[in-house]
């Protein structure tokens, strides 16, 4: 196959991709040969590496309103009416719901997924649902499972033993929550038990980590010391940190250095951090999410997930990671043109290094040809019109198609109409220059 007049991100001039045997053969200005089996034309729009979303809840998609809707809009009222809807729980149902959040993300153009699954539960029955799950959709994606202690590893019933048995089971990474704990000692200990896990069983770790708006919560400084101490660099991520949003600026900075030695990755979640949080506040409310803009500056790895798709917590959603990032965009304040540029790769290149994928990934010769064809010519419209994924490859092979839709506007008297694109003229194109 070969995909022709094709643009890659921060590349000026088009190209062609040439594909066979599931791999990136050659990419080159202009190919001649006449030997593909098939040609797709870009035309100019934009092929990029496929999406990641480095962070959702598998195990809850698609459960709004059961057994309850959640009134408040916080955090906690979440968490309660998942531990209502937990007993009900059951393998089907696990997976069915799974599998159809999945299917609405490939068709996205997402093909790597790191789901956190609840074993807050002892007879695990998410975790088996979900491991199966991972087999059943290697075809059209690559999905990793945390171990989620969602009540806490030390104020849950047998959270240690819940927490080794879901490794035993298969878990790729090991999860905490330590701001959930009863006291910020047991945080404390919830981190650190993470860490023995991770080194018995030679796993990554991600940890929900300070989601909340208490700026005394501090569990981050926790997690990267611990890095160091472990010598667990670039292995670590901590997802949420939205108190980052409220700590003191003078402490901000340090820990912003500090994450940056430690080579802690970041993840931030959008749609649930800026619903959840700022509950308790009157006017002005906080945007609760991590400081994304600066950790990036200081050098951190940032990564952006879904988190929830029509759960407890976010009651919308549809699991597109490019509207996940134009959230991030505007709600970051990353609105200038390097800005824009910087936000798809973190639901790409900034993404693959989270997931430690990047040895496979990306549009390169000899690379797994895993890639979308987006109906924009740059990562500034795609961020804008959050436009069609046309082609949805993985290894070569077509997982997903999707046909633009189609406006037309009409005047009065006439009769056929005129197509409203949406589409800046090529004369008017954005460009930093401009």
């Not at 189609?406 to 800046?424: D, I, Q």
Request: negative net charge; hydrophobic residues 40%.
């Amino acid at each position: 196959m070969i995909v022709r007049h094709a643009r890659l991100h921060r590349r000026e001039t088009l190209v062609d991709l040439a594909v066979q045997g599931g791999r990136f053969v050659c990419i080159a200005p202009e190919l001649s040969t006449d030997t593909a089996a098939r040609e797709i034309e870009a035309a100019g729009r934009l092929v990029s590496p496929p999406f990641i979303d480095a962070h959702v809840h598998l195990d809850a998609v698609l459960t709004v309103g059961q057994p309850r809707y959640n009134s408040s809009g916080t955090l906690l009222e979440g968490i309660q009416i998942w531990s209502e809807r937990k007993p009900s729980l059951s393998h089907e149902d696990v997976k069915r719901r799974a599998l159809e959040a999945i299917r609405w993300e490939v068709a996205q153009g997402t093909l790597y997924i790191r789901s956190h699954v609840d074993v807050c539960d002892p007879s695990l029955t998410a975790l088996r649902a979900l491991l199966e799950v991972r087999e059943e959709v290697r075809d059209i994606c690559e999905l990793q499972l945390v171990a989620f202690p969602q009540d806490g590893i030390f104020s849950f019933p047998n959270g240690q033993e819940l927490m080794r048995r879901a490794l035993e089971l298969g878990c790729d990474l090991v999860g905490g929550i330590p701001h959930y704990e009863w006291t910020r000692d047991l945080g404390v200990e919830d981190v650190r038990y993470a860490f023995a896990l991770a080194r018995e069983f030679n796993r990554d770790i991600d940890c929900h980590c300070d989601e909340t708006d208490d700026p005394h919560s501090r569990f981050t400084e926790v997690m990267a010391a611990e890095t160091l101490s472990a010598g667990w660099q670039g292995r670590v991520t901590a997802s949420h940190c939205t108190a980052m949003h409220s700590y003191d600026n003078a402490y901000a900075f340090k820990l912003l250095r500090l994450l940056a030695q430690a080579r802690v990755n970041v993840i931030a979640n959008p749609f649930d951090n800026v619903v959840l949080q700022g509950r308790f506040d009157t006017y002005p409310k906080r945007r609760g999410l991590a400081r994304v803009k600066e950790l990036l500056e200081a050098g951190v790895t940032v990564a952006l997930g879904h988190d929830s798709i029509m759960d407890p917590w976010f009651p919308l959603g549809r699991g597109d990671m490019l509207a996940a990032a134009q959230l991030a965009l505007l709600l970051c304040h990353m609105s200038g043109y390097e800005e824009i540029n910087t936000v798809l790769d973190l639901i790409t290149t900034q993404a693959a290094r989270v997931l430690r994928i990047e040895d496979r990934y990306g549009i390169e010769e000899g690379k797994p040809a895993d890639f979308v064809l987006l109906d924009a010519p740059s990562a500034f419209e795609a961020l804008r019109l959050l436009p069609a994924r046309l082609h949805v490859f993985k290894g070569g092979r077509e997982v997903a198609t999707t046909t633009p839709a189609r406006s037309l506007l009409r005047r009065e008297g006439e009769a056929e109409g005129s197509e409203v694109t949406f589409r800046l003229p090529p004369a008017w194109s954005v460009s930093a220059e401009d």
